[in-house]
């Protein structure tokens, strides 16, 4: 290896060291977990409205979206023309030349949320080449796993900062999934952590936009951008988490759970607002941040502007960590960051190496096999056992 080579590495190393942590962890993350990507689930999700008296309009709306429609995008859709509706005089839109009112289309949402929740909750697995059949989880038998967030925890702060917790601020996890992985596994550790809720199973969510972040006494913080599959809104207003299948409390039974497409006007309301408000100060206050990210395919515009915003001022002091799989090129918003001016603190792992802003890829494998460390599995390895060691 080339001496500047190596000195990237023991750079990376150094970076996943350092005390002020931001992780932003995407639905890759879960994958191996038993939970499936927006693809199949979005096939699940609509296999399992076939018999649904809604299928004729969730059909009349994929049709009017683009191929590459998954799930989140047919919730925003309906969440739409919900909007449209309301405004209109007659309470009602027209779609695929039927009229529909609003209770419909709500109806409608709240069943993709149920079947959604259901998915993520138990676990599945579609079939494929390796798997001729569907693997399917349910309420008897689970498939859902948490054995690799419990190793990439214990790999992180179990190891990488062990008996610093005294002295080191609580690492902030930043995630869009709706699963519960992340808090299980930071439980099973032992690792005390606050989501913004207070109570036990059944919690009530106490935290507000403009809230600060309690400072002391927590290892992780968990923050989801996009809800959660145990999140429920309250008649009253109120946001609860509650345990699966319990009566109480009463709720009206709709799970908090916004897609990305109608991000902007959910989150300027409690609680993705308060989300996105600690994620904007956690990136923009000024320190030595590691901003890691791993899992997440770069779609979301929102989070991308936030993070952009955030590194583009003059004092930031923020260096990205992205673990990423590269297809045909990096992703787009990727390839301009590193090209951007504040380039320079952008680093790109992929199957094909290393990238340190416009330098790259480095590392990559003299046969010409592909890197595992862009995976979460991966991440977990350069954790516990060092960038050297996963090239």
């Not at 699940?44 to 979206?65: C, F, I, N, W």
């Amino acid at each position: 290896m080339e001496t500047v080579d190596d000195g990237y590495l023991q750079q990376l190393d150094e970076f996943l060291s350092r005390p002020n942590q931001i992780w932003l962890l995407g639905a890759g993350v879960s994958h191996s977990a038993g939970i499936p990507l927006m693809n199949p689930l979005t096939d699940r999700v609509m296999e399992l409205s076939a018999a649904s008296t809604h299928k004729p309009l969730l059909d009349a709306l994929l049709a009017e979206l683009p191929d590459n429609t998954h799930i989140e995008h047919l919730l925003s859709h309906v969440g739409d023309y919900a909007t449209l509706a309301n405004r209109n005089r007659s309470q009602k839109v027209t779609i695929a030349g039927i009229e529909y009112t609003i209770a419909a289309l709500e109806e409608a949402h709240f069943e993709i949320l149920k079947h959604i929740s259901e998915t993520v909750r138990w676990g599945y697995r579609a079939a494929s080449a390796d798997n001729n059949d569907a693997v399917i989880g349910s309420y008897k038998d689970p498939m859902v796993s948490v054995k690799y967030h419990l190793d990439f925890l214990n790999a992180l702060i179990g190891k990488r900062q062990a008996g610093l917790d005294s002295r080191r601020p609580p690492i902030r996890f930043f995630t869009t999934n709706y699963d519960t992985l992340l808090e299980d596994a930071l439980a099973l550790g032992c690792f005390p952590y606050w989501d913004g809720f207070s109570g036990g199973s059944v919690a009530f969510r106490n935290h507000r936009y403009g809230d600060k972040e309690p400072t002391t006494g927590f290892r992780g913080h968990v923050i989801k951008l996009h809800g959660s599959i145990d999140w429920h809104l309250g008649d009253d207003g109120k946001v609860w988490r509650v345990r699966d299948r319990d009566l109480y409390p009463e709720r009206a039974g709709r799970v908090l759970i916004y897609p990305q497409a109608t991000k902007y006007i959910a989150t300027q309301r409690d609680p993705f607002a308060a989300q996105f408000d600690i994620f904007r100060r956690a990136l923009s206050n000024g320190s030595d941040n590691i901003l890691a990210i791993c899992g997440y395919s770069f779609g979301d515009d929102h989070i991308n502007q936030e993070i952009e915003f955030a590194l583009s001022t003059p004092s930031s002091k923020t260096t990205i960590l992205a673990f990423c799989l590269e297809s045909d090129a990096l992703p787009p918003v990727l390839e301009a960051w590193r090209r951007s001016p504040w380039g320079k603190r952008v680093y790109v792992m992929t199957q094909h190496g290393l990238y340190a802003g416009q330098i790259g890829p480095l590392h990559g494998r003299s046969d010409g096999s592909s890197l595992s460390w862009w995976t979460f599995e991966g991440v977990t390895n350069v954790l516990q056992n060092g960038a050297e060691g996963a090239v």
